[in-house]
């Protein structure tokens, strides 16, 4: 079993293992960032209020950066910073829950690390709970495991007192495509959407919650939940699929839905995207298959 000392080294080399992927950034206030790629820093484009920023390299070297492209909807910005090498951390394979987590930044006096435990998990389109203390000048800084893995970008401005991080494949995802096309394609469907909890009734051998033939069977129960269609729009996505108000909406890409914020995160990644909903009408559950529209 890892004694104490053992697991404070650990801690410490995955510590500068990341610092030497991590950057200081000098925005509206300096912050940290995360190298991705060779000449490539995302940070949190909040602080930006310019698009020629100096950075401060590992080495304690200073380089001109270039705002490639900003994503509103997970605050991250691409720095695009000539003369930078390659990074050095690879993704991690997946925190769970119980595990520690390490804060890395750098802010102007240095490298700094605070120490968290994933309390819970988070969809690869959310925000990860990093559980360690927010610290002046971490946003942008990287989220790591104890062997050193990238597990997210970390940003302290999302909500106050708290430090969250967006996924790393998430986060990667972001810079691929602000890289190559200067922007994030936001999707949408065009529908409004308000929760429901629908009721599940046991026996028979049929699928909880359906009788004969997959209908609906109504009745008391704990139930699972959707999201009944209250509004199409006209000439939307989801109105040339043939979605229609009173639809429930059970599932969209094989993934439940439970709450429209859910919603709204999963199909602003999926512009362009085909997939199949699983939509409960009448009683009766059927698949409709819609291409998610772009804005």
């Keep these: 079993m890892t004694n104490f000392q053992d697991l404070s080294q650990q801690i410490a080399d995955a510590v500068e293992t990341a610092a030497h ?9 300096p912050v940290s960032g995360t190298v991705v790629g060779p000449e490539q820093v995302l940070t949190a484009a909040h602080v930006l209020h310019a698009d020629d920023l100096r950075v401060r390299t590992p080495d304690g070297g200073e380089l001109t950066g270039t705002v490639v492209g900003r994503d509103p909807a997970s605050d991250l910005a691409l720095l695009r910073v000539p003369g930078l090498g390659a990074p050095s951390l690879a993704p991690g394979t997946g925190a769970r829950v119980g595990e520690l987590l390490l804060a890395v930044g750098r802010p102007p006096h240095g ?67 602000l890289a190559t096309a200067g922007r994030v394609p ?92 699983r939509v409960l009408r009448g009683g009766e559950e059927l698949d409709v298959t819609l291409t998610v529209g772009e804005r």
């Design 21 to 29: 992927s991590v950057v200081t950034v000098h925005a509206a206030r």
């Design 111 to 177: 490298v700094q690390a605070t120490l968290g435990l994933l309390e819970r998990a988070a969809p690869d389109r959310g925000w990860l709970p990093s559980g360690a203390a927010p610290f002046r000048g971490v946003s942008g800084g990287a989220l790591v495991d104890a062997r050193g893995g990238l597990v997210g970008v970390l940003n302290a401005g999302v909500m106050r007192g708290t430090l969250l991080a967006v996924p790393a494949g998430r986060a990667l995802r972001v810079a691929d495509l």
């Design 186 to 277: 936001q999707g949408f469907l065009g529908i409004a959407t308000q929760p429901v909890h629908l009721p599940d009734v046991g026996g028979g051998t049929g699928s909880p919650g359906r009788g004969p033939r997959g209908r609906w069977a109504r009745g008391a129960g704990r139930g699972r939940a959707g999201l009944t269609v209250v509004q199409v729009e006209e000439g939307s996505p989801a109105g040339a699929a043939g979605l229609r108000v009173g639809d429930i909406l059970l599932a969209l890409g094989g993934e439940g839905i439970r709450h429209p914020r859910e919603l709204l995160e999963r199909v602003r990644e999926w512009a362009g995207q085909t997939l199949t909903a």
